[in-house]
Each structure stands twice: as structure tokens, then as C-alpha cells.
């Protein structure tokens, strides 16, 4: 059965959970663990869903079983944390995201028809959310976009939603346009005022470099992840042929490791 709790799954993951009661226990448990609280974790939940991403993205298909686990682990420590101070269990994340997965597929698991295009089913999804939204009591538009993601992902998540509300340039043209008149402002920053303004003037930039993106359908975190990627193996590039030659990166100058740089591109090392 689709909502059987019982076999292997459910038995891992109680054990699991287990596990995590032991380690917090006052009298038994691992001194680094019980110095633990949410805040503290945190960051080791946003490293563990970007080594996810990273074995995803490189195909490493022998090392995502393992980082599957490690995020889980992130999971049930939080849900351990929140039991301990009363607030909800691992049983009650489970029981919300069973709810709230059902809630949002009618056309799955209700009477919907399901002979809906891939568009149609993204607009009824935000409909959905929007009334979850209304529910908590979340009455900006802005409201409810979290402010630990990824600061490009989320410009563009806040974008989208001031977009739907008709926050939003035209076309594609304009916000080139923009682009340009902040990248002329931060150029007059740099020349004459100080950090805080030059720092505020970049933002600026970034902003809108993330709504170009956004107009063109694209994901400027992918796409900027796609970029250091192809910056690395570029750069080992040049390494590798430097150390063939009993040099190192320190030891040439710009115009020969740019030379190296294009060889790399004309070799298609992407």
C-alpha cells in the first residue's frame, strides 16, 4: 500500500531516529551532540542538500545513497531538537509533509483530472500555496520566502513573486537596459563614494543580473554553478600544463595563463 507505514523504510528510519535519542541523551549520549541546538545545525543542513546537489550534478550515483543519508540525518536531528523542547516529533514532520504533498496533487490523489498541461499544474500549485500562505497569516506578497536560502536563489524567488503581482519589467530589453544603468553606478560608486555605497551598488547589480535569468528561463544559481565548474577544470587546465613545463601559476604571468585559458576553451575543456 502507497501509505503503508510498515516495512523496511519505516523500520530504517525509526531506528534512525533512535539512534539520534541516544546521542542526546544527558546521561549517555556524545558530548558534541547534546552542545547542539538549531541555529548551530543549520549550517551543516545547507552543506549537506549542497553536497546532494553537488553528487547529483557530477553523476556520482555510488556517493548520493550516502549523502541522501547524511541530509536524513539532518532531518531527524532537528525533529530530535523540537521533541525535546515540545514543539513537534519526527512522526509529526512526517505526518505534515504526507498532508501537505496530498493536499497539493488533487489531481493525483483527489478528483481533479490530471489532463492538465505542465503550466496549468504550476499555476494551480501556487494557487495552493498562496491559501497555505493566507492560512499562517502571511499577508505580504513577499511574506514567507526564507531568508537562509542561497542569496541568488532567493533574489529570484522574490522576483517571482513581486512578478505575479505585476512587479515587473516588460521585456527582456529593459532589463538589459538596467543592467547597464547599474553597472554605470557602480562604476561612478567605486570612483567616489566608499564601501557601504559600492557594496550596496553591486547588490544592485546582482539583483537584476538574477532578473535577466529570470526572463530568460534560466536558473542563475545552475547557471552560476555550471560557470565555476567550468572555471575549475579550466584553471586545472592551465595548471596541468604548467607543471608540464616545471612552473606554477605564481610563476607566469597573466598573458601566458590567458593564452593556456584559451587554448582550454578551443579544446572544449568545459
Known amino acids: 500500500m502507497l501509505f503503508d507505514a510498515g516495512g523496511d523504510v519505516a ?23 547534546l552542545e547542539q541546538d538549531f541555529a548551530s545545525i543549520a549550517p551543516y ?21 550516502g549523502e541522501l543519508g547524511d541530509l536524513a540525518l539532518q532531518v531527524v536531528f532537528h525533529a530530535r531538537l523540537a521533541e525535546e523542547a515540545g514543539h513537534f516529533d519526527a512522526a509529526g514532520v512526517l505526518r505534515a509533509i504526507n498532508a501537505k504533498m496530498i493536499s497539493r496533487h488533487p489531481h493525483v490523489f483527489g478528483t481533479e483530472s490530471r489532463d492538465k498541461s505542465a503550466a496549468q499544474q504550476t499555476e494551480d500549485w501556487e494557487k495552493i500555496k498562496a491559501a497555505e500562505r493566507a492560512g499562517r497569516a502571511e499577508k505580504g506578497v513577499l511574506d514567507g520566502v526564507a531568508l537562509g536560502l ?10 517571482n513573486r513581486a512578478a505575479r503581482v505585476g512587479f515587473d519589467w516588460p521585456s527582456t530589453a529593459e532589463v538589459v537596459e538596467k543592467i547597464v544603468e547599474e553597472a554605470q553606478e557602480l562604476n561612478e560608486a567605486r570612483e567616489s563614494l566608499g564601501p557601504a555605497e559600492i557594496a550596496e551598488e553591486y547588490g544592485d547589480l546582482l539583483f537584476v543580473i538574477v532578473n535577466l535569468g529570470r526572463h530568460l528561463g534560466l536558473d542563475p544559481e545552475a547557471c552560476l554553478r555550471a560557470t ?43
Open 228 to 270: 565555476n565548474g567550468n572555471f575549475t577544470r579550466r584553471f586545472n587546465y592551465i595548471e596541468d600544463e604548467l607543471n608540464a613545463r616545471g612552473k606554477t601559476p605564481a610563476q607566469r604571468d597573466l598573458a601566458e595563463m590567458d593564452a593556456l585559458w584559451n587554448a582550454a576553451k578551443a579544446q572544449g575543456v568545459k
Open 11 to 33: 523500520e530504517q528510519f525509526r531506528r534512525l531516529v533512535a539512534i539520534m535519542a541516544c546521542l542526546r541523551d544527558p546521561e549517555t549520549g556524545c558530548p558534541w551532540d
Open 45 to 65: 543542513t545547507i552543506e549537506e542538500a549542497h553536497e546532494v546537489a553537488d553528487a547529483i550534478e557530477r553523476g556520482a550515483w555510488d556517493e548520493l545513497e
Open 150 to 159: 542561497p542569496a541568488l536563489s532567493r533574489a529570484l524567488k522574490l522576483q
